[in-house]
């Protein structure tokens, strides 16, 4: 899995800087500035490359009774089997230039795919996709058998 | 008063970790660590992840403890080599031999640039590399090629140094002990031991004649180096193969045959590749498999006629895997070696080698189709029971596919 993306503070656009949900999730990455998206920072959020534009979206869902999928990611086959049709998740890409699992921080190339599923309020939430993991990304992790789906990139 | 002939020796600093950051500026600044084929290794490490206590060849996992804040890079052998051949053309702007010793270090003939001295002209050559190839390199000029990796190694990171006179030879080799000569660690450095040789100047100034009975004619030709002398010569050239194998880790262990199959047939692909390519047929084929438990073992075929055909190596090699397997036990590593290699124009048909057009042209459709579309667009379908491997592009292009270099 993917627990969480580091993009350099260069990299969002001014608007976006001076969310004050970024609050807090600005670090010092070896004296390089950049923002950390983690699963476990309250509340969950990722930049979305969507229709465009870069957006804040709130990520997955930590409620295992709501009516959105439970959790940060979805695997890629659960979308191709059409489990979420209803729900039409429209394809988005949510750059990053670092990827982390298990304190494994690994180089993204351009950013993970993701969906957008809307729920009952409309509101959009983002999810990652996952597909079994390579032996490689097996290996790089610790044994995780699922992986971020990257964006021209395989690990 | 004429400027004394010397080897000039280029070595990129911490070259796969610095390849990246080409093409990824941004990563200059961090810790990185370049992971192996399987992804469990640190492979190449920058010196900000050096600071760190990290070792190549850690595993991630430890490393990752010393550095939290490293970041991890897949190795990408594809990029490795089109920035070392853009580092061997610039060196080629500067000497007119220059030979490609590994994807990382060169040796060449030195010329001192114009109106400058070589301390002036190893800076100049380390200066522009970074500037066009965008990659830091240590540079050295010396008599010999021994002495120059030798002080390229003390100047490391990205230093220059031109060492013309014997007395700044000497000053130098004796801080260094006799285990930075590559060629001499462990066993040869006991056998040196009694005779009171630590450093590489003990070494320079022992007897030629009691290095030569310890150390051979190897050691003996780095003594003559060591004292200024020359020996091997600027090869601007690779000499050619005496054998060519392919090979290497299965990516986990394996432990169904049919799956050991798959990638026997893999490599004895690759290895065709490599004898089409040097234009030579093999006599011999050995398979090598390690299989951890069992012990590692290797199963030899003479072939009947030198061949570079697929379905006789492949028989062949089947019956070689036979030899090396345990039934029952699980490999971790494999290699098809190819010997007794017989030059074009040096093969002669044998009663048991007859001309096979079909298979011939059949080889030479799968050869044409893989150089327009894509190496291993067309393979074997026995290498379908290690598909998996094939799924992953970087798999396409390894360090020993980068040809011409003379070390691994």
Redesign the interface.
């Given at each position: 899995m993917c627990t969480g993306i580091a993009l350099?503070v260069t990299e969002l656009p001014l608007d976006l800087t001076s969310d004050p949900r970024l609050a807090g999730r600005e670090y010092d990455?070896?004296?390089?500035r950049e923002y950390r998206f983690l699963w476990w920072q309250k509340p969950p959020l990722l930049p979305v490359l969507w229709d465009g534009r870069l957006y804040l979206l709130p990520w997955g869902s930590q409620n295992r009774r709501g009516p959105l999928p439970y959790g940060p990611w979805i695997p890629q086959e659960k979308i191709d089997e059409g489990a979420f049709a209803g729900a039409v998740p429209e394809p988005v890409v949510i750059p990053a230039?670092?990827g982390h699992h298990k304190?494994?921080?690994?180089?993204i190339s351009e950013g993970v795919r993701g969906v957008v599923i809307r729920g009952p309020d409309r509101r959009p939430v983002v999810y990652m996709l996952t597909t079994p993991s390579?032996?490689?990304?097996?290996?790089?992790t610790?044994h995780e058998a699922w992986m971020p789906m990257l964006v021209g990139q395989?690990? | 008063m004429a400027m004394p002939h010397l080897i000039g020796f280029g070595d990129a600093d911490s070259f796969y970790a610095s390849a990246?950051a080409v093409r990824?500026p941004?990563?200059a600044?961090?810790?990185v660590g370049v992971?192996g084929n399987?992804?469990?290794c640190v492979i190449a490490r920058n010196y900000?992840m050096k600071k760190f206590g990290v070792n190549v060849g850690e595993p991630?996992?430890e490393a990752?403890v010393k550095c939290?804040?490293?970041?991890?890079?897949?190795r990408d052998f594809r990029w490795y080599e089109t920035i070392s051949r853009k580092m061997h053309g610039k060196i080629g702007d500067h000497s007119p031999a220059v030979e490609y010793y590994s994807i990382d270090e060169f040796f060449w003939q030195a010329i001192p640039e114009r109106g400058m001295s070589y301390q002036q002209s190893a800076e100049t050559i380390r200066g522009e590399m970074k500037r066009t190839v965008g990659v830091p390199m240590t540079v050295a000029f010396a008599r010999t090629r021994t002495l120059a990796k030798l002080f390229a190694d003390t100047a490391k990171p990205f230093g220059a140094k031109a060492v013309l006179d014997r007395d700044h030879e000497r000053e130098l080799l004796g801080k260094l002990p006799v285990t930075e000569i590559a060629g001499i660690a462990g066993k040869r450095a006991r056998r040196l031991e009694p005779y009171g040789i630590r450093t590489c100047l003990d070494l320079a100034d022992a007897k030629g004649p009691l290095i030569r009975q310890v150390l051979t004619v190897t050691g003996y030709d780095l003594w003559h180096e060591l004292n200024g002398v020359p020996v091997t010569p600027i090869r601007t050239s690779r000499t050619p193969h005496k054998m060519l194998s392919r090979g290497g880790s299965l990516?986990?262990r394996v432990k169904d045959p049919w799956s050991l199959y798959g990638w026997l047939v893999r490599n004895v692909e690759r290895l065709i590749e490599e004898l089409h390519y040097h234009e030579v047929r093999t006599s011999e084929l050995v398979v090598y498999l390690a299989q951890p438990g069992a012990g590692s073992f290797a199963g030899v075929v003479s072939l009947g006629a030198p061949t570079d055909r697929f379905d006789a190596l492949v028989a062949a090699a089947r019956v070689a895997l036979k030899k090396a397997y345990k039934p029952g036990a699980t490999a971790t590593h494999m290699h098809v070696l190819a010997s007794k290699l017989v030059r074009g124009g040096g093969w002669q048909q044998s009663l048991f080698d007859p001309p096979n057009p079909r298979l011939d042209t059949v080889a030479a459709v799968k050869r044409e189709i893989n150089d327009r579309y894509g190496r291993f667009a067309l393979r074997s379908g026995a290498t379908l029971f290690a598909n998996?491997f094939y799924?992953?592009?970087?798999n396409e292009h390894e360090i020993c596919d980068v040809r011409g270099k003379f070390c691994f």
């Open positions: 350099a990455h070896a004296g390089e230039q670092f304190g494994t921080w690994y180089l390579t032996n490689y990304y097996k290996n790089m610790e395989v690990i | 990246e990824r941004w990563l600044n961090l810790p992971l399987q992804g469990a900000k991630i996992w990752k939290p804040d490293g970041v991890y890079v897949k990516a986990g998996a799924e992953d592009p970087a």
